[in-house]
């Protein structure tokens, strides 16, 4: 069974840029969390998804990042402006439904100079 | 809102020596999952906690979940090098919440 993929790993953008990630979950899966990690610490989620509706994205800020799901499957997040304090590592992660086993996937690694 | 803390923050071992790290919520939880993050890899599902004082096992690695349902521990007999990494736990309140991660315990084995 292929894991949740993401693309792409890393991204090296200068500030004031616009940057998207992608992400596929498994297949089935109907709960899709995009979570932003810091080094050294704890992933902080940032917005999840039941299939395709957005049921928490309290904590996206939302004057420059915006996500989706169309169809309830892939997702998109992005950043428009980035800042400087957006390097980090964005993971994705899916279960099949919510409060189930969370599978991650690579990351995708933002550096913004 | 909804904390969650996790000591040690750093931990070097002998390989051979035991191994535990404490997880804190502020609040009582409905369940705790534990993930471990392999250096420059991503967090993986170890284990899931739902009730109260459940302990769990998976051969060296002992889960247990409090009585309050506000804190949980990880304890790892006998390490191995190949239990270098950062352990997290992730608990969910009560009123479906979102899982909030704790800062992780880094784990560090020695030959």
């Known amino acids: 069974e292929a894991g949740v993929v993401q693309s792409p790993r890393y991204k090296i953008i200068e500030k004031k840029q616009p940057v998207a990630f992608w992400c596929n979950p498994i297949?089935?899966?109907?709960?899709l969390y995009w979570y932003l990690q810091n080094l050294g610490q704890g992933p902080e989620l940032l917005i999840r998804?039941?299939?395709?509706?957005?049921?928490?994205d309290s904590q996206l800020p939302k004057d420059r990042f915006s996500a989706e799901r169309l169809k309830g499957v892939d997702s998109t997040l992005k950043i428009q402006p980035a800042e400087l304090g957006d390097s980090a590592v964005y993971l994705c992660?899916?279960?099949?439904?919510?409060?189930?086993?969370?599978?991650f996937g690579p990351g995708t690694r933002l550096t913004v100079l | 809102g909804q904390q969650v803390m996790q000591i040690p923050q750093y931990q070097h071992v002998q390989e051979g020596e035991d191994f535990t790290t404490y997880c804190n919520s502020s609040?009582?939880?409905?369940?705790i999952q534990w993930y471990k993050q392999r250096p420059g890899g991503h967090p993986v599902f170890l284990i899931q906690?739902?009730?109260?004082?459940e302990v769990k096992k998976q051969k060296r690695l002992t889960f247990q979940f409090g009585e309050a349902k506000k804190n949980s521990s990880l304890h790892i007999t006998a390490t191995q090098t190949t239990d270098v990494g950062t352990y997290f736990c992730?608990?969910?309140?009560?009123?479906?919440?979102?899982?909030?991660f704790g800062p992780g315990t880094r784990l560090s084995v020695l030959p």
């Open positions: 992660a899916s279960s099949f439904r919510y409060g189930d086993e969370q599978f």
């Open positions: 297949s089935g899966h109907n709960t």
């Open positions: 998804y039941e299939n395709e509706e957005a049921v928490d």
């Open positions: 609040t009582t939880l409905s369940n």
């Open positions: 906690l739902v009730k109260s004082g």
């Open positions: 992730a608990g969910r309140g009560n009123y479906g919440q979102n899982f909030v």
